[in-house]
Each structure stands twice: as structure tokens, then as C-alpha cells.
């Protein structure tokens, strides 16, 4: 008689009322877990993608207005006269308009001064300007 008795008292796991409410709480709270990730890893992505490509549009529009005064600049280092003077004068006025870079805008400032002092005759503006057209080469990152 000691068996049946041992065998109605044994409970087994499956059998208990309040395991199977268990197990699926379980896994909806893994579910919810997961798609909360999912969710915010998500948003964080299109977020960050977004900045991104709004940081690389304006560098390349700040490359553009920066290479184009250079170049403005250039011309007016192998040819000086009156008409190419001008015309980088007002390729830096231009950059300043199109908030151009402080940094930037200063570099290019202080090579096409340099420039016309060493047309003008000074000699040590002419190694000024060598090095300032060097520097305008590496051009600062921002």
C-alpha cells in the first residue's frame, strides 16, 4: 500500500498548476526583451545614420567653397595681375559668406597676403607664402 500512496503525493514538474503560467510569462517577457532591442538599436541606428550624412554633406560643401578659394588663390600665384587679384579676393569674400571655416578662411587670408607682399617686392614674404601654400595643403580637418 506504501506505492500508490508515494505515487499520488509525487508531483511531477509538468504537472504543478503554476509552472505553465510561469513558462509562458517567461517567454513573453523574453520576447519583449528581445523586440525592445531590436527597437531601440534600431532607432539608435537611423538616428546616428541620419547625423552622419548630414556631418559628410557639409564637409564636402565646406571642401568645395575651400578648394575652389585655393584654386581662385593658385591663379592668382602663377599669374598676378589685377584680374586674377580680384578674382581671389572675391573666391575669399565668397567663402566668408558661405560660412566657410574660421580656421580655413584665415590659412587662405594670410596666403594671398603673403602673395602680394612677395609681388610687392618683400622677400620673406615670398618663403612666407611658400609655407602658408603648405599649409594651405593639409588644410585642417573640420
Known amino acids: 500500500m506504501a506505492l500508490p500512496r508515494a505515487a499520488e503525493t509525487t508531483m511531477r514538474w509538468n504537472a504543478m498548476g503554476g509552472c505553465c503560467r510561469l513558462r509562458t510569462m517567461y517567454k513573453r517577457i523574453v520576447v519583449l526583451g528581445i523586440m525592445g532591442l531590436s527597437f531601440f538599436l534600431g532607432a539608435n ?4 545614420y541620419t547625423l552622419n550624412q548630414q556631418v559628410v554633406r557639409e564637409r564636402e560643401r ?3 567653397v575651400y578648394w575652389g578659394t585655393f584654386n581662385a588663390i593658385e591663379q592668382f600665384g602663377e599669374r598676378p595681375d589685377t584680374g586674377t587679384e580680384q578674382k581671389a579676393r572675391s573666391a575669399l569674400e565668397e567663402a ?14 594670410n596666403y594671398l597676403e603673403d602673395l602680394e607682399r612677395c ?17 594651405a595643403i593639409r588644410m585642417p580637418k573640420s
Open 45 to 48: 541606428y537611423l538616428l546616428v
Open 62 to 64: 565646406q571642401d568645395r
Open 96 to 109: 566668408r559668406q558661405r560660412s566657410l571655416n574660421k580656421d580655413r578662411v584665415r590659412i587662405l587670408q
Open 119 to 135: 609681388y610687392q617686392g618683400e622677400r620673406e614674404s615670398c618663403r612666407k607664402a611658400n609655407s602658408d601654400m603648405n599649409e
